[in-house]
Every structure is written in C-alpha cells, then in structure tokens.
C-alpha cells in the first residue's frame, strides 16, 4: 500500500537547522510532484516548498525562500527538506504529499519546534 514516513523533526533553538526526509512506498515516486505542507496550532496547512518529478523545478513559500531547500532522490524515493536559519513561527507539523494530477497522498507528519 501508499505510505510516505516522514522524520527529521525535533526541537531546535532560534537560529538551529534540521534536515525532514519523506520516504515513499506503494506508487511510482518518480512520476509524482512532491511537497511539504506545515500546520501551526490554530492555522490552515500551508504549503512549503515543491518539486517536480522530472524537471526538478521547485517552488517555496515567501516565508522560507532562501532558508529552505527541497530536494528529491528518485532512486531512493524519498524527498527531503533542508531547514536553515529557523525561526519560532516556523514552529508547525511538517507533512509530505505526492500528487500527479488529480491522484495524491498525505504522510502523518513530523513536529518541528523552534524555541529557545
């Protein structure tokens, strides 16, 4: 069956990074759109960050342009996020999700919490 797991996530000072990796089983991760949407207490999941199956073209969130990377690994199936620089209002559940057209699936997510 579909499962993405994600993991990498923790708590982390003001300033700190972490590494969120999405591992990816049941459907063909290469052909699939990957992202990472985030859900603070209280707020709407917002998108992160993007990238396409082939191309690699990715897309971020104005909040965390230039702190965050996406990146993927076909052969692995697993997608990954880079944090840098975080900051508290960064402070949400990580979630992966895989869309090709109108087909997509969620992980469970992973806690992010960034504090001093």
């Known amino acids: 069956q579909v499962q993405l797991v994600e993991s990498g996530g923790g708590l982390v000072q003001p300033g700190g990074s972490l590494r969120l990796s999405c591992a990816a089983s049941?459907?063909?991760?290469?052909?699939?759109?990957m992202s990472w949407y985030r859900q603070a207490p209280g707020k709407e999941r917002e998108l992160v960050a993007s990238?396409?199956?082939?191309?690699?073209?990715?897309n971020y969130a104005f909040s965390v342009k230039g702190r965050f990377t996406i990146s993927r690994d076909n052969a692995k199936n697993t997608v990954y996020l880079q944090m840098n620089s975080l900051k508290p209002e960064d402070t949400a559940r990580y979630y992966c999700?895989?869309?090709?057209?109108?087909?997509?699936?969620w992980g469970q997510g992973t806690q992010v919490t960034v504090s001093s």
């Open positions: 999700k895989a869309t090709s057209y109108a087909d997509y699936y």
């Open positions: 990238i396409t199956s082939n191309i690699f073209d990715t």
């Open positions: 049941g459907f063909v991760f290469s052909s699939y759109t």
